[in-house]
């Protein structure tokens, strides 16, 4: 039975090496031992947030994977929440299994608790696997969306 829970600071190293164990991942994360103290300042902020969650995956106590929700207030759609879900991983050893589906409906779910009204994330264009899974959860590409790194 998959259980969903806060990360904790003991957590930071599994999640880490979630995030850089991607071939985007390897790119972009810093996978070298000891951690890279700004994966705590930026962990310790969103523990802090009362508007983000960073969400473990488990299943008898062992991690099967990660995810972020921030709520965002809008004054578009009369005053509504959003939810937007960012930094999914399954662990590799647990892929193709359909744990990725029971996230998204547990992450929809808890959009549903927050009184959001809409769900959203982004993918990279490369992720194709990903557009097509999200296109069968029923999410629509109906936003074109862009990114200027800084």
């Not at 039975?1 to 999640?15: G, H, I, P, T, Y």
């Not at 103290?37 to 991690?63: D, R, S």
């Not at 608790?113 to 999410?139: H, I, P």
Request: proline share 3%; aromatic share 10%.
């Amino acid at each position: 039975m998959l259980s969903f829970r806060q990360a904790e600071r003991k957590d930071l190293d599994c999640l880490v090496k979630m995030l850089f164990d991607d071939p985007l991942g390897k790119l972009r994360e810093d996978g070298k031992n000891p951690l890279n103290p700004k994966y705590l300042l930026a962990f310790e902020a969103i523990i802090k947030n009362e508007n983000n969650e960073l969400i473990i995956v488990e299943e008898q106590g062992e991690v099967l994977g990660m995810l972020q929700l921030t709520f965002i207030p809008y004054l578009t759609y009369i005053g509504s929440w959003r939810c937007l879900i960012e930094g999914v991983r399954v662990h590799k050893a647990h892929r193709g299994k359909g744990l990725g589906t029971q996230i998204f409906k547990w992450a929809i779910e808890r959009a549903k608790q927050r009184k959001c009204n809409m769900v959203q994330l982004t993918s990279n264009k490369a992720r194709v696997d990903a557009l097509r899974f999200y296109e069968n959860l029923g999410f629509k590409a109906s936003h074109e969306g862009f990114k200027l790194s800084l």
